[in-house]
């Protein structure tokens, strides 16, 4: 999971305030994944940069997942990459540069490059943004999804209407996406 930009820094905290680590922390008990948090450390990058796959945090956050891979016995076939704002604006850029890597993306309020649509059409993907979102156009979304659909991707999105740029405080409270995140790393769809 790739953080947004407010929450870069070295504190090792500020990344696990937002986003989907509060779900996790709610339900500890029952949560059946392992996650992965890395944090941006670039403060000053620009702002929806920072997790870009050619970028030293992204290249240091594969790192840290390869890590946990061998230390956990992680079934790599089975990995999900999501990211929220310039997290998800990075999960776009890391599952294009590498797309057999990825069971799925799931990015949020973020947009990416629509000439990789052909490189991510493979991928199983569940993009969200808020209709109200002022810190990223929902149009970036919009762009994503019509280009990853013309070129025959396994793609869905929901755009909610009346949220705002932390779509995550809806999206990560569904249990629908994590119903969803568990058939498709088990070879679903």
Not at 18 to 41: D, H, K, M, T
Request: proline share 4%; aromatic share 10%; net charge neutral.
């Amino acid at each position: 999971y790739l953080h947004g930009a407010g929450e870069r820094g070295h504190d090792g905290r500020a990344h696990i305030g937002v986003g989907l680590a509060p779900l996790i922390e709610r339900r500890q008990s029952s949560f059946p994944f392992v996650v992965v948090f890395p944090q941006c450390e670039n403060v000053r990058s620009r702002v929806l940069q920072g997790w870009l796959a050619e970028s030293p945090d992204a290249k240091r956050a594969i790192r840290i997942l390869e890590k946990v891979e061998k230390d956990y016995s992680i079934d790599r076939s089975r990995e999900i990459l999501s990211g929220w704002s310039m997290g998800g604006y990075g999960a776009w850029s890391l599952a294009a540069a590498t797309p057999k890597r990825w069971a799925a993306l799931v990015p949020l309020a973020a947009g990416g490059n629509p000439e990789w649509a052909e490189k991510l059409k493979d991928i199983p993907i569940w993009m969200f943004h808020g209709g109200k979102d002022r810190a990223v156009r929902v149009q970036e979304s919009r762009t994503m999804f019509e280009a990853i659909k013309k070129v025959g991707g396994k793609i869905r999105y929901n755009e909610f209407a009346e949220i705002d740029h932390n779509v995550w405080k809806l999206v990560f409270n569904q249990d629908e996406l994590f119903e969803w995140v568990a058939d498709v790393s088990s070879d679903g769809e």
